[in-house]
């Protein structure tokens, strides 16, 4: 049996055995700057070794925060090591601007260059599904107002001993909607005529050359004059512009063809003193975009010779 003086060496020594390994773990925590670390070894090298396992405590506590370590530095940018970082097309991931992202460039991504975003999926953000395509409105036309005349029913004649006429005006007010793709230089206005039988009877045909010698009584066909020029068309063979509300388009008080809002027009129908019959009138707003869609239409008026 050893003496109570032996008994203390030994114990001596097998603490300065244990202490030896705790030395170059307090080096490695304090390299690491993890407070974590200094923490465990001081409580390990109180608890004493783990003579179940013949593992010491510290051991067993140090190497959990170094796997805890692993997994929550992520100097890349993406929130854990299992998140993986694949496009951001806004570039506003991770705290960059709308160009870029943090820690990139360009359109870049979190740590790299390309357009790849934190968490993202195919032209998503990050943690979310696949974003909305967004496809731009058809450009397309209509009215806000009108089409209407200034005169309703059965128009007022003006006559002379030679001759008699009927003047009248009309007008529309196109719409602009741009998140619906509404922009009034779709929309355009037609003016239609048709005349009865007596008028027929009287002439033996059309009001003159201008329309098809063919056209019979009482079929609506679109108005013009002898040089086959038409109320309404913003451009082509049958456009005609007439200034001071005439037959033009104008934005802002100032003719404009293509994209004016404002349509204005003006007819004076007439014929010699002794015409018969009578002539029906009536407007159409159309989107010359969509097959010529009909968006709104006035009533009929008439002139009875």
């Not at 705290?95 to 870029?100: H, V, W």
């Not at 008080?253 to 009578?278: L, S």
């Not at 407007?283 to 009909?294: F, H, Q, R, S």
Request: glycine content about 18%; some cysteine.
């Amino acid at each position: 049996m050893r003496s109570s003086l032996e008994r203390e060496g030994g114990k001596q020594q097998e603490r300065r055995r244990e202490a030896e390994p705790l030395t170059s773990k307090a080096q490695l925590a304090h390299d690491l700057g993890n407070q974590r670390f200094g923490e465990l070894i001081g409580r390990s090298s109180a608890a004493g070794p783990m003579a179940s396992r013949g593992e010491h405590a510290e051991d067993v506590e140090v190497s959990r925060a170094l796997a805890s370590a692993a997994q929550t530095r992520n100097p890349g940018g993406a929130g854990s090591d299992e998140e993986i970082v694949t496009a951001d097309p806004t570039g506003t991931e991770g705290g960059g601007s709308e160009t870029g992202s943090a820690g990139g460039t360009g359109s870049g991504s979190a740590g790299g260059t390309g357009s790849a975003s934190a968490g993202g999926s195919d032209s998503g953000s990050a943690g979310g599904t696949p974003g909305a395509t967004t496809t731009a409105p058809k450009v397309n036309g209509d009215v806000s107002s009108g089409p209407a005349y200034n005169s309703a029913g059965t128009v007022g004649l003006i006559t002379t001993p030679t001759r008699k006429s009927a003047p009248f005006t009309f007008g529309a007010t196109m719409k602009t909607d741009a998140l619906k793709g509404t922009v009034p230089g779709s929309c355009s206005v037609r003016q239609y005529i048709r005349w009865d039988k007596d008028f027929a009877d009287y002439r033996g045909g059309p009001p003159h050359a201008g329309f098809p010698s063919g056209t019979a009584f009482g079929t609506w066909i679109e108005d013009r004059d002898q040089n086959d020029k038409r109320y309404g068309h913003r451009s082509g063979p049958h456009s005609d512009p007439i200034a001071g509300g005439g037959d033009e388009y104008t934005l802002a008080g100032v003719q404009n063809q293509a994209d004016g809002d404002v349509y204005k027009g003006r007819d004076t129908p007439g014929g010699p003193a002794a015409m018969k019959g009578k002539f029906d009138f009536q407007l159409k707003a159309i989107d010359t975009n969509n097959g010529d869609a009909v968006k709104g239409q006035s009533s009929v008026i008439t002139v009875a010779w």
